[in-house]
């Protein structure tokens, strides 16, 4: 009885260190958005360093550093998805609104590279991250041209007007004429939009979008429908 008793004593910040460990990796796949996996990352870091600050010259010690191999590399699998995982959605976030929050948008490109550039070479995932890494910067050095966002915010508005004034059909025929020249106002706003500008690729999608649903209008226009 009194062996074991010193043997539990012994081990006792082993399994308190354990116990917490399990707990932090237990909050981290129970959250459910990268700003909660990103605090369970910090918390499970924490745990682990406090496992890794027991004396190596304990028995509790020794059989943490048998342990900590493997921890380390589930919280390292862990850690390194999670940088990712934020980098894209931060891309994904600066995409949405880079022509009208420019500099918004930069800034959420600096934090995915921030991110990005916390995953070691030799991590299996290292050449993902590089690429991806690669091409945030682009996007973030790319200047966004006020004049042109202001033409795409124009069209925009112009846009969500001809949209929301269509809902609720049947219109007459002056009420389409009114949809018609609002769509067709969107689109002269990015036509003024030049080639060598940084978002003319995503002003000619927008057009497309625009030109069809114009087209949509102006067919039973024409034929007096």
Known sequence: MHVKFLL???????????????AAKQQYERATSLSEKERAIAIWQAEIDKLTE?????????AAQTKLLAYRRD????????????AEGFD????????????????????????????????PHYLEAQTLMAAYQIKQKTPIDAHSSTFIEASKQYAMSAAKSSQNPPHT???WEQISKLWSQ?????????????????????????????GIIENPLSTGN
């Open 8 to 22: 539990e004593n012994a081990l006792s910040p082993l399994n308190e260190g354990v116990n917490s460990l399990v």
């Open 54 to 62: 027991i004396s190596s010259q304990t028995f509790a010690g020794k």
């Open 75 to 86: 919280f390292e699998d862990a850690k390194i998805s999670t940088f990712i995982a934020a």
């Open 92 to 123: 994904a976030e600066a995409e949405k609104i880079k022509t009208t929050q420019a500099q918004t948008a930069s800034e959420l490109w600096r934090q995915a590279i921030d991110r990005l550039n916390q995953v070691p070479i030799d991590n």
């Open 173 to 175: 025929a002056g009420e």
């Open 186 to 214: 969107a689109i002269a706003q990015l036509e003024n939009i030049k080639v060598a500008e940084p978002v003319y690729v995503e002003v000619q999608r927008l057009l497309v979008e625009y030109q069809t649903n114009l």
